[in-house]
């Protein structure tokens, strides 16, 4: 399993190495799973942590380094080491404005560089309702540009209505959805939106779910610790 935590906009640095800590400590000989931690840009650092706990960033510019006010790049990124990105998060996309073509971009640089992208992908309300074949239009527009032959390509399906909002997508809609990309793109396949301690286990547990990446149930450090337990022998 591939379990995610998306810190957001929550946490500072103390907070985040203390929950870093903890989670590096809760993690067993026997835990199987890769864990991945997302904190904020003012948190990243170089964290001494076990093989299957990954620190990664939420975000980068597509540059080493130069003029892009607010934004940081691979050499900032180089110095503790960080070689794990997530690209194309629905909250980029839509509250960011961040446009595909410049996602292709991002997604062209970080992996040219050899890292690991979680990308992100997922259909708004208005196209949910329209049913399975508009979801799945909109999904494959959101992967033009990208090359998902990439190796350590990692794809993640984030329903945007779901995300934040305590609405899980439905067992069935998960599965269906999962399904169909599986078979287009052989890659790692995480669900995201609203999963928590509650439901964890039971999306898990679908075939073609092959973790999750979690934001508000995730930040408390001692449920985040629950959820790599209930999800371990998955
Ligand atoms: P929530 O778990 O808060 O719905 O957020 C999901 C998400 O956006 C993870 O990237």
């Not at 960080?82 to 991002?106: A, C, D, P, Y």
């Amino acid at each position: 399993m591939i379990i995610a935590s998306n810190f957001k906009t929550n946490h500072t640095r103390k907070l985040t190495k203390d929950f870093i800590t903890t989670v590096n400590k809760s993690l067993t000989t026997n835990t199987k799973s890769e864990v991945y931690i997302f904190p904020s840009s003012t948190a990243l650092d170089t964290y001494e942590t076990q093989d299957n706990l990954i620190i990664g960033t939420q975000n980068a510019y597509p540059i080493q380094s130069g003029s892009f006010t607010g934004e940081i790049g691979s050499a900032q990124l180089d110095e503790f080491d960080i070689k794990t990105i997530l690209i194309g998060h629905s909250e980029r996309r839509h509250i960011l404005k961040e446009s595909q073509e410049s996602i292709v971009n991002k997604y062209k640089f970080y992996m040219n560089l050899g890292f690991t992208i979680i990308y992100c992908i997922g259909e708004p309300l208005k196209i949910k309702e329209q049913g399975i074949n508009k979801i799945l239009e909109y999904l494959y527009v959101q992967l033009e540009g990208i090359d998902t032959s990439y190796e350590n390509l990692i794809l993640a399906y984030e329903p945007v209505w779901a995300i934040g909002t305590g609405v899980t997508a439905t067992i069935e809609d998960i599965n269906n959805i999962h399904d169909v990309i599986k078979e287009k793109i052989d890659k790692p396949l995480l669900y995201g939106g609203s999963v928590k301690l509650s439901n964890v286990e039971e999306i898990c547990s679908l075939k073609n779910v092959d973790g999750a990446l979690i934001g508000t149930a995730s930040w408390n450090k001692d449920d985040f610790i629950k959820i790599i337990e209930i999800t371990k022998e998955l």
